[in-house]
């Protein structure tokens, strides 16, 4: 009788699993060559960012945040791109420059209050990665003169070298943060919340014409400021805008305005003169700490003021 060969011996099965590993080897090659081994890491350029000698605080910084080694004599582009957050790193900072954070590539948020209290610090960079900035980010950061972000950032820009960071919100331009140098460019209709807070330095400040919206404490405790008129299209002077404006002598009130919110006015020790141009008092929620200011209405419109529950402790009003 004769012996039959086993399948498994059989030239058609070997040549199929040779097949079919010559298959597999091929999608494990394309898998390979179209997923790096780390999804996250970004393609980076390596340049030394900070050295004892070029930048002793940011090294010293890097070293206590753990970002190199704590007897690293260098700090690299590389090192930066490694950092996923920044934390409470930057709060109180003793950088006076921090055009570098532009290297750290991986961070994707600054949330609110990144750079608090960050006294000397004159001049920052973003990053083209962040998608997220909070309101108050740069807030308390009084020697803040150059605020600008990476060309290369979709979220946000400084368009026409503005010193500040702008973004798309409801369709219309937004000023997400400010420093004492920014300048308002046309087309702005927002100014977010805490966008100038603690900018201490900020004697003025030219707004368009008309605008939509201007936040909570967006002008808190900016401690030069002088006199401010409210934009038309403004209808409320939310919570705290200008507490601790303790320069602060004039504001102007547009026709729009309808309310001003509580503590609005707070701490504005010095202000002497508030120009209503509305025909009808506007409602005001706890938001002066006294009244002795003059308050300038339209004509015809004294006793309609005086008379106003929300007015009437003002003694000293006047027509123009």
């Known amino acids: 009788m004769e ?10 099965f070997i040549g199929g699993l040779v097949a079919l590993a010559v298959f597999v080897l091929c999608f494990k090659a394309i898998d390979y060559i179209g997923s790096p081994d780390d999804p996250d890491k970004i393609d980076v350029e390596e340049e ?3 050295t004892a000698q070029t ?8 070293r206590s945040q753990g970002w190199i080694a704590a007897d690293a004599q260098e700090m690299t582009s590389i090192d ?3 950092v996923k957050t920044l934390g409470t790193a930057l709060q109180n900072s003793p950088l006076k420059h921090f055009d570098e954070l532009r290297h750290f590539l991986a961070v994707k948020e600054l949330p609110a209050g990144t750079f608090a209290g960050s006294n000397i610090l004159e001049s920052i960079v973003v990053p083209r990665s962040v998608v997220t900035i909070e309101y108050g980010a740069f807030a308390d950061c009084p020697a803040l003169t150059s605020l600008s972000v990476d060309t290369a950032n979709t979220h946000y820009d400084s368009r026409e070298d503005c010193n500040g960071v702008v973004c798309t919100w ?7 943060a400010g420093c004492r140098t920014t300048r308002i460019v046309d087309g702005i209709r927002y100014i977010a919340p805490q966008a100038f807070r603690g900018t201490t330095g900020l004697a003025e400040i030219a707004l368009p014409e008309k605008m939509d919206e201007i936040g909570v404490q967006a002008f808190r405790d900016c401690s030069a400021l002088t006199s401010f008129a409210v934009p038309q299209g403004v209808r409320f002077v939310e919570d705290s805008t200008f507490m601790g404006c303790t320069s602060l002598q004039t504001v102007t009130l547009p026709k729009s305005v309808e309310r001003l919110r509580k503590d609005a006015f707070k701490g504005c020790s010095a202000l002497s003169r508030i120009v209503c141009i509305k025909k009808y008092p506007p409602i005001v ?3 002066f700490d006294g009244r ?7 004509k015809g419109m004294r006793n309609t003021y005086r008379d106003s529950k929300y007015w009437k402790g003002f003694s000293n009003v006047v027509e123009d």
Not at 3 to 12: C, L, M, N, S, V
Not at 292 to 298: F, G, H, R, S, Y
């Open 170 to 176: 409801k369709g219309k331009l937004m000023l997400v």
């Open 80 to 82: 930066a791109a490694n």
């Open 285 to 287: 929620e706890d938001a």
């Open 292 to 298: 002795t200011a003059t308050l300038v209405v339209p």
């Open 3 to 12: 012996e039959r060969t086993p399948f498994y011996k059989a030239p058609w």
């Open 55 to 62: 930048n002793p605080e940011l090294l010293a910084l890097a």
């Open 48 to 50: 030394v960012i900070a």
